[in-house]
């Protein structure tokens, strides 16, 4: 029994493990994790994630899943609220009993985007949707438990697989010679790859014992874009790559131009230096990252171009 629970003690579950930064972090955790996915466990369902964590008694858990819907979550703001911030709740206090560290993912639109700087942790979350305001409510719950853990506020995450602004553009462009993009809105984009290294460094200190200081740190890629900049500098690599585009003209549009159900933060960046500060984290620059995701992706985006 001993020998079992010491073998337990090392154990890291991920809730979202099919997702595009569990998927990543799942790949570099190795044998000491325990991926969960939305088959395995439903979110909404507390009695499940519960159980879930009775059985398998991990030291330290990261929460890579959410409802990232935004324009849907306008229509269901309670299926929201139960993954993005009940869940989180529930895991956080389940941790908080038990001595488990919690990692958990937030995002840019805990704020209003309406300043002119860059959000540091210390600014007060004014949310402008229902997206927003389910992760924000679910970052409140985690501290209102206790215990021991660290939300990491990101922005704009991507990769080469699954729904995001990267694979979305790229079927666009291979699908429409006119491509309409806003150009007056500000972010950082985040490749999932680097996100979850970040997260893995954190995990592996954790297990290995050290004490790092619970709160909300802020990690994004470096550097700033508007969707227009970061949509032509896709297209441009894709071209690079021989991606399969119909591409013609990319035109930029206003916010108010583009038709969406939930409002957008215009200025979504985020002040990251206090991870530099407290945990040695720091993003490649998102155009660097970029770069990286497209040669690394090659195929995978070369088969939803074809599609």
Excluded at 233 to 262: N, S, T, V
């Amino acid at each position: 029994m001993a020998d079992e629970r010491r073998q337990q003690a090392g154990r890291v579950v991920v809730f979202g493990a099919a997702g595009q930064v569990g998927r990543e972090l799942v790949a570099r955790l190795g044998a000491a994790v325990v991926p969960l996915t939305r088959r395995d466990v439903d979110l909404a369902d507390a009695r499940a994630v519960v159980a879930a964590l009775e059985d398998r008694r991990p030291a330290v858990v990261v929460n890579a899943a959410a409802y990232t819907q935004v324009d849907q979550a306008e229509a269901e703001p309670g299926l929201a609220f139960a993954v993005n911030a009940a869940a989180p709740g529930v895991v956080a206090g389940w941790c908080a009993r038990h001595g488990a560290a919690l990692v958990h993912y937030s995002t840019d639109h805990v704020f209003s985007g309406t300043g002119d700087r860059a959000y540091t942790e210390d600014d007060e979350p004014d949310p402008i949707n229902v997206y927003g305001r389910t992760k924000l409510a679910g970052e409140r719950r985690i501290a209102d438990a206790g215990g021991r853990w660290l939300v990491l506020r990101t922005s704009w995450v991507y990769s080469a697989r699954g729904r995001n602004f990267l694979t979305a553009m790229l079927r666009l462009g291979a699908q429409r010679e006119v491509v309409r993009v806003v150009a007056d809105r500000w972010s950082a984009p985040t490749c999932a790859t680097h996100l979850a290294g970040a997260t893995a460094s954190l995990v592996a200190r954790l297990l290995a014992g050290e004490r790092l200081p619970s709160g909300v740190v802020h990690v994004a890629g470096a550097g700033v874009a508007t969707p227009h900049e970061f949509a032509a500098a896709i297209f441009a690599g894709a071209r690079c790559h021989g991606l399969p585009l119909r591409l013609r003209d990319l035109q930029a549009i206003r916010d108010d131009e583009y038709p969406a159900a939930a409002a957008r933060p215009r200025n979504a960046r985020l002040d990251t230096r206090a991870a530099r500060r407290r945990f040695g984290l720091r993003l490649p620059h998102w155009r660097a990252a970029l770069a990286e995701c497209l040669a690394g992706g090659k195929e995978e985006l070369d088969a939803l171009c074809a599609a």
